[in-house]
């Protein structure tokens, strides 16, 4: 499965679930969506890149803001980058899209 219609090409649909592109931007002075730059959703999260601290606030910025278990949300490449793609389990692109709507209009 590719893309939604929408043309949101952060995201891919996979079996189970999507995966998300992402640009990471650390130590910023709030969490937040960023809008999109080029393929990647842009995400700013308060915690430095040290001791993948990071990499959890993603975690855990994600599954907050998309209203689903911690566990659900898994990084599968980019742990020492600031690109990054993260599997959102139980979610389906359009679903994904509707809870990031809101945060995607502000920018």
Not at 46 to 63: C, G, I, K, Q, Y
Request: aromatic letters at 2%; hydrophobic letters at 50%.
């Amino acid at each position: 499965m590719n893309a939604p219609a929408t043309g949101a090409t952060f995201l891919r649909e996979t079996a189970g679930g999507v995966v998300l592109t992402l640009k990471v931007i650390p130590r910023a002075s709030v969490n937040a969506v960023a809008g999109v730059q080029g393929d990647a959703l842009k995400l700013k999260v308060t915690a430095p890149p040290v001791d993948s601290a990071a990499n959890a606030e993603v975690v855990r910025f994600l599954a907050e803001i998309l209203d689903v278990p911690r566990g659900a949300v898994q990084l599968l490449r980019g742990a020492t980058s600031r690109h990054k793609q993260v599997r959102v389990v139980g979610l389906t692109g359009a679903q994904l899209l509707q809870r990031l709507k809101p945060m995607l209009e502000r920018e």
